[in-house]
């Protein structure tokens, strides 16, 4: 019972440090992202894998409600993204919709990983494919990930790091805070026009 409990301490002792070490000033740049897309009538295209895909449905709710951004995700739709599987295969999951959306300059991709895909390893080559089309399309390219030189941080161009304080709890903690930072997101002042419920 001790061991768990030490466990556990441990686990949210590191989530306070991670806290404390976020990137703000990265942030602000995203926040004002965000602004200067919502003036020109942008949208906001959320991809994730796995558990980020979670967060991405979530994204969209919020962004949506309470920011009112147009924002799509194309991992809501269970029977495109299924249909887009069985014909294009895994790779091209994503890209479909995005091609058919008309993704353009006007908009912004938000790529929500752990990883953020490694092309070498066959990793998130959906993410990737997204991103190298946002990047020919002219859009901008924004991100949260929970490692650094993935293919997400190196042709984004604005990804926050996770800080990574340990490796066996990567995931978890970048799952987590990306759902703690689209929430700091969502509430700032700037960007929220409707209050929550509660």
Same mark, same amino acid.
Not at 11 to 23: H, P
Not at 38 to 50: M, N, P
Not at 63 to 69: A, Q
């Given at each position: 019972?001790?061991?768990? &409990?030490?466990?556990?301490? @441990? +686990? /949210?002792?590191?989530?306070?440090?991670?806290?404390?070490?976020?990137?703000?000033?990265?942030l602000e740049k995203i926040v004002k992202l965000i602004l200067n897309l919502? &003036?020109?009538?942008?949208? @906001? +295209? /959320?991809?994730?894998?796995?558990g980020s895909a979670a967060n991405c449905s979530h994204a969209v709710n919020d962004?949506?409600?309470?920011?009112?951004?147009d924002t799509l995700t194309p991992l809501d739709n269970v029977?495109?993204?299924?249909?887009?599987?069985?014909?294009e295969g895994w790779e091209n999951s994503i890209l479909n919709y995005l091609k058919i959306s008309k993704m353009n300059k006007n908009d912004i991709l938000f790529v929500l990983s752990v990883g953020g895909g490694n092309l070498k390893k066959n990793?998130?080559?959906?993410?990737?494919?997204s991103i190298k089309f946002a990047n020919k399309n002219k859009t901008k390219v924004v991100g949260i990930c929970g490692k650094e030189n993935g293919y997400l941080q190196k042709k984004g161009d604005v990804v926050l790091i996770v800080p990574n304080i340990n490796n066996s709890l990567v995931t978890p903690y970048s799952e987590s805070f990306q759902s703690i930072i689209l929430h700091s997101l969502v509430s700032d002042p700037r960007l929220q026009i409707k209050n929550t419920k509660w």
């Open positions: 019972m001790r061991k768990n &409990k030490k466990n556990l301490n @441990l +686990f /949210f002792d590191q989530i306070s440090l991670i806290s404390q070490k976020i990137d703000l000033p990265k919502r &003036k020109r009538s942008g949208r @906001l +295209f /959320f991809v994730g894998v796995g962004f949506r409600k309470l920011c009112g951004i029977a495109e993204l299924t249909a887009n599987i069985n014909d990793v998130s080559v959906n993410l990737i494919k």
